[in-house]
């Protein structure tokens, strides 16, 4: 059986949820995982998941942040945050188990730019990420880490390389901390099928026709170990969701694998 998982940074979920919606139908996508929900827990607009035929397990809080996971299939042993308690950066971190896969969604801070202490922030949230894998899971696991890490690993993956040399979210302290957590027994999977240059997952507001002139940066990931990854068949970007009126200023990233479930 080939299932489609994918990750999408909404920049707030109940005013892209039509975009979502018709998305998730016309594409088949068992499971999707959804960063910058933007919504309270109790605000998050589960029924129209459920109408369509998902599970929807989500971590939120007012104006920022959050994760979701939304399933064809039952939500296990799921928990957010870095105690899996949701106390500790619960609406940036999600994990569920779904049919003896371990999924793992993750929002990694922005970090806003190099000389600030919320930069510094992103780089201890890169540390305690490897923490959290090293307490929870061993490589020798199949488990597909995702989302939005905020971070571009390599020249291929930015528009303008020399330009964004040094900037937030394509700098080398960064760059060495997410390469850590790659080292910890990842394969990107989306490079594993994908070798061409600008393939890019984000398109800043900012940039005039950003879209159309591909002015872009590859910072939505889909990572797997390799017991997972070598079931990888195929992985690719979908800008139709960025092409929408009223986008986000992401897109969908997409990962295929045959699977026995």
């Known amino acids: 059986m080939t299932i489609k998982i994918a990750s999408f940074n909404a920049n707030s979920i109940r005013a892209r949820l039509s975009i979502i919606i018709e998305w998730l139908v016309s594409t088949s996508t068992e499971i999707l995982c959804v960063q910058e929900t933007k919504v309270q827990d109790g605000d998050f607009p589960e029924e129209a998941f459920e109408e369509i035929g998902y599970h929807c397990g989500f971590k939120g809080q007012k104006s920022y942040n959050g994760v979701a996971l939304i399933s064809k ?13 949701g106390e500790d950066e619960g609406a940036r971190l999600m994990t569920a188990r779904i049919n003896n896969i371990n999924i793992l969604n993750v929002y990694i801070p922005q970090g806003f730019a190099p000389e600030t202490e919320k930069f510094q922030y992103k780089l201890t949230w890169l540390e305690r990420l490897l923490e959290y894998l090293n307490n929870n899971f061993t490589r020798e696991d199949p488990l597909i880490l995702l989302g939005d890490f905020n971070i ?27 390469q850590k957590i790659r080292d910890w027994g990842f394969v990107d999977v989306f490079r594993k099928h994908e070798k061409r240059e600008k393939q890019y997952t984000f398109f800043d507001y900012r940039i005039p026709n950003g879209v159309k ?9 889909i990572w797997a170990t390799e017991v997972i990854a070598e079931k990888s068949v195929n992985s690719y970007i979908d800008l139709k969701p960025r092409l929408k009126d009223k986008p986000s200023d992401h ?3 997409i990962a295929e694998f045959d699977v026995e479930w």
């Open 73 to 85: 299939f039952p939500l296990e042993n799921l928990s957010s945050g870095f105690d899996r308690k």
């Open 152 to 178: 571009a690993p390599e020249n291929i993956d930015v528009y303008d390389p020399e330009k964004l040399s040094g900037s937030v979210g394509f700098h080398p302290d960064e760059q060495k901390g997410l």
């Open 213 to 221: 002139r591909n002015m872009g940066w590859r910072i939505d990931h």
């Open 251 to 253: 897109t969908c990233i």
